[in-house]
C-alpha cells in the first residue's frame, strides 16, 4: 500500500517538472502580448509615429468620451475615464496592433436603455442637488453611472465567460454582411439619438420596439419647439467638421501633419460659448462642470445586475463583434494575425476592470482605428501614450470644457458615424455577388432599426445559417477519382521540370462563409510550404481538407526523383472550380485575398472551370485582372498557357543570348 502511494507521488512529481518553464512562458506570451510585442520594441523606428498617433489619437479620444457618456445618459466626465482605462487594458491583452479601445457609439446607446429604465429622469430639484462623496457630483449621477458600469461588468464577465468557453471559434458565423448591416442600423439609431440636441429639443428618452419611428413621430409633433440658435449652430458644425476633413482626406499626402478640426472646432466654440454667454442669453444647453481628477476605485452595484442582463448580452456580442471586425482589417491591412478567442479576453477585462473606475462599457470605433492608420502608428504604444494625454485632461484641462455648447458635441458624434453610414455603399458589391447576402444585409438592416442592435445580429446569423442549409443540398462535389486522371493526363516527361511549380487545387465544396476561414488556412499554409521547400527536391503529393491538392509532377507518375537543387522558377497555382457550385461574398472575399497575397510572394493564381455567375462575380467585385488572363475554361487549357509562356521565356533567352 505504501508502495502505491509513492508511485502516486512519483507520477504527480514526473507531470510537474513535465511542465517546463519555456511552456509556462508560452501560454503566458500568449494570454498577454504585451510580453512578447514591449521587450521587442523598436525604440528608434516606432517611438515617432506612435507618439505622433498617440497625439492626434488623445484627441479623439476626449471628444468621443464626452460625446458617448452623454450618450450612455451619465455625466460627460465619466466619459474620461472611459477612455483612459480600457486602452491601457487592451494595450495589454490585446493583440490588434491599431486598435483603440474606448467609449463606443453603439455599446454606450445600448447602456442608456439600462440606465433610463432604472434611474429616470427626475423633476425634484432636491433629489438631483444632493451632492455625493464622490467628485461633489449628485447622488442622481452617481446612481446613473452605477448602472452603467454594472452593465459594462456584467458585459464583460460574459466576454470572458465566452472565452473560457472558446467561443471565438463561433465568430465564423458573423459574416460581413450581417456585420456591415448591424452597425449601419445601430449608427442610425445613434444618429437618432442626437437629433433633440442638434434641434435644441427638450424630449423624453423614447426606446423599445419601433422606438426608431416614435422618435421623429415626436419631432413632427413638436417642431415648433425646435431651438433656432442650435439648429444654426448644429448646421455650421457638421459643415465645418465634414469639409475640413474631406480637405484633410483629399490631401493628406501632400500635407505632413493633418489639422485636428475636431479640437479646433470644440476650443473656437467653447470660447464663442463663453464670450457669449449662450447658456443664459440664448438658453443653449452646455456641458457642464467636469470635475478634476479621478476617484477611488469601488464596485458597481450588484444588486441590479439580474437586471440589466439584456443589455449586458447587447453589450458583449455588439462590442465584440465591432472590435474583431477592426482587428481583422488592421491585421490584414499590416500583415499580422489576431486570434479571435484572445480577443474576446482582451474585451472582456476591458470592460470588468475599468468598471471598478466608473467607467461606462468599452469597444474598439472604427473612426480611432482610421486615425491610427492614416497617422502611421505602429503599436500599441501609441494608444498608451494617448492615454498619458487623457490622463493630463482629466486632471488639468477638463474643467475647461464646461462651456462647450451640446449641439456642437451632438454634430461630432453624427459627423464620427460617417465610416458606418457610408457602408450603405456595401449594397451594390453585395447585389453583384449574391442576391440572397444582398436580402439579409437588407432585412438585417431593418430588424436593427426596428428593434436594437443585438436583436439584428442575432436575425442576421439566423437568417444566414437557414439559407445556407437549405442552399447546400444542392451543391455538387468533384470525385477524387476524376482529379487523378485528370493529374496524370498532364504529366509529361519534356515538362517535367516546369510542371514541378505548377499545383492544382480541386475545390470540392461550396465556399461560403462556414468553410471559408478553413479554405482560406489550408491554401495559406500550401504557399508558405512551397515558399520555404522552393530549394528541396519534394514534391507535395496532395493537400486535403476543405481542398483537394494535386501536384502535377513527372517525379510521382514515373517513379523519378531528382536530388538536384532546383532553379527558382515563378510558381503557379491552378483552382479547379468546377465543383464550386456555390459561393457568397464571403467566399469571393477569400478568393481575392489569396489571389492578391500569391501575387505578392511572386505566386499566379489561374481558375479553372468557372462557371459563368463565379466569373461575374470576381469580376465585379475584386481586385482579378478583368481580362480573360486569369480564367480558363478547363485544367489543361491552364496548364498548356502556362507551359507556353514557359517556353516562350526560354526562346527568348536564347534569342538574346
Avoid at 476650443?267 to 444647453?285: E, F, H, P
Amino acid at each position: 500500500m505504501t508502495g502505491t502511494k509513492r508511485e502516486k507521488k512519483n507520477a504527480i512529481w514526473r507531470k510537474i517538472h513535465a511542465l517546463r518553464f519555456e511552456d509556462v512562458k508560452r501560454w503566458c506570451v500568449r494570454r498577454l502580448p504585451v510580453l512578447e510585442w514591449a521587450p521587442n520594441y523598436n525604440w528608434r523606428a516606432d517611438l515617432v509615429p506612435d507618439t505622433v498617433s498617440g497625439m492626434m489619437l488623445a484627441v479623439q479620444q476626449v471628444i468621443q468620451g464626452l460625446a458617448f457618456a452623454v450618450l450612455s445618459s451619465v455625466h460627460p466626465v465619466f466619459g474620461l475615464y472611459g477612455a483612459l482605462f480600457p486602452a491601457v487594458i487592451y494595450a495589454m491583452f490585446g493583440m490588434g496592433r491599431h486598435v483603440a479601445t474606448g467609449t463606443f457609439a453603439l455599446t454606450s446607446l445600448i447602456s442608456a436603455n439600462a440606465v433610463e429604465r432604472l434611474v429616470p429622469p427626475v423633476r425634484n430639484n432636491f433629489t438631483t442637488n444632493n451632492t455625493s462623496a464622490v467628485l461633489g457630483l449628485s447622488d442622481y449621477e452617481m446612481q446613473r453611472i452605477g448602472v452603467a458600469a454594472a452593465v459594462s461588468l456584467l458585459g464583460g464577465l460574459i466576454q470572458v465567460a465566452m472565452f473560457v468557453l472558446h467561443l471565438g471559434s463561433a465568430t465564423f458565423l458573423l459574416t460581413e454582411p450581417v456585420i456591415s448591416a448591424m452597425t449601419t442600423g445601430a449608427a442610425t439609431h445613434v444618429v437618432t439619438s442626437q437629433v433633440k440636441h442638434l434641434l435644441g429639443m427638450k424630449m423624453p428618452y423614447i426606446s423599445g420596439p419601433l422606438g426608431f419611428f416614435y422618435i421623429y413621430a415626436y419631432i413632427f409633433e413638436n417642431i415648433k419647439s425646435i431651438q433656432l440658435e442650435a439648429l444654426l449652430l448644429s448646421v455650421l458644425s457638421i459643415a465645418v467638421l465634414v469639409l475640413v476633413k474631406e480637405l484633410n482626406e483629399k490631401f493628406k499626402n501632400k500635407i505632413k501633419v493633418v489639422l485636428p478640426i475636431d479640437l479646433v472646432w470644440i476650443i473656437a466654440s467653447s470660447v464663442a460659448s463663453y464670450s457669449a454667454d449662450l447658456k443664459s442669453n440664448y438658453g443653449l444647453k452646455v456641458v457642464g462642470h467636469i470635475p478634476e481628477g479621478i476617484p477611488p476605485p469601488q464596485p458597481p452595484p450588484m444588486n441590479i445586475l439580474p437586471e440589466v442582463v439584456t443589455e449586458a448580452f447587447g453589450v458583449a456580442l455588439v462590442g465584440y463583434v465591432a472590435s474583431l471586425a477592426l482587428a481583422r482589417s488592421s491585421a490584414k491591412k499590416f500583415n499580422y494575425s489576431v486570434d479571435d478567442n484572445q480577443e474576446l479576453l482582451a474585451h472582456g477585462l476591458s470592460n470588468v476592470i475599468p468598471s471598478f473606475f466608473f467607467c461606462i462599457p468599452s469597444a474598439a470605433a472604427m473612426g480611432r482605428t482610421i486615425l491610427l492608420y492614416s497617422t502611421g502608428a505602429r503599436t500599441q504604444v501609441a494608444c498608451l501614450i494617448s492615454c498619458m494625454l487623457v490622463l493630463v485632461v482629466i486632471y488639468a484641462i477638463g474643467p475647461m470644457l464646461c462651456w462647450l455648447p451640446m449641439c456642437v458635441l451632438a454634430s461630432i458624434i453624427v459627423v464620427g458615424l460617417k465610416g458606418m453610414l457610408m457602408q450603405f455603399r456595401d449594397l451594390k458589391k453585395y447585389w453583384n455577388v449574391d442576391k440572397i447576402d444582398w436580402s439579409i444585409w437588407v432585412s438585417t438592416y431593418v430588424f436593427t432599426i426596428c428593434f436594437a442592435a443585438n436583436v439584428g445580429l442575432l436575425y442576421g446569423v439566423v437568417c444566414t445559417i437557414l439559407i445556407v442549409v437549405f442552399r447546400f443540398p444542392r451543391a455538387t462535389t468533384l470525385s477524387l477519382k476524376q482529379m487523378k486522371e485528370a493529374e496524370c493526363r498532364f504529366k509529361t516527361e519534356t515538362d517535367s521540370e516546369s510542371s514541378q511549380q505548377v499545383k492544382i487545387v480541386s475545390v470540392n465544396n461550396p465556399l461560403v462563409f462556414l468553410n471559408a476561414k478553413k479554405f482560406h488556412m489550408d491554401v495559406s499554409k500550401l504557399i508558405q510550404k512551397e515558399i520555404t521547400c522552393i530549394y528541396l527536391p519534394e514534391d507535395m503529393n496532395k493537400f486535403e481538407q476543405n481542398t483537394l491538392l494535386s501536384p502535377v509532377s513527372n517525379g510521382n507518375c514515373h517513379g523519378e526523383s531528382s536530388l538536384q537543387q532546383r532553379t527558382v522558377e515563378r510558381q503557379t497555382l491552378i483552382f479547379d472550380c468546377s465543383g464550386l457550385t456555390l459561393f457568397d461574398y464571403t467566399g469571393i472575399a477569400v478568393l481575392t485575398q489569396i489571389y492578391t497575397d500569391s501575387k505578392k510572394r511572386n505566386i499566379d493564381v489561374l481558375l479553372a472551370n468557372c462557371k459563368a455567375s463565379l466569373i461575374k462575380a470576381l469580376k465585379l467585385n475584386s481586385r482579378l485582372e478583368s481580362d480573360n488572363a486569369v480564367f480558363f475554361e478547363s485544367v489543361s487549357s491552364a496548364v498548356g498557357a502556362i507551359q507556353f509562356n514557359r517556353n516562350f521565356c526560354k526562346l527568348n533567352e536564347h534569342t538574346e543570348v
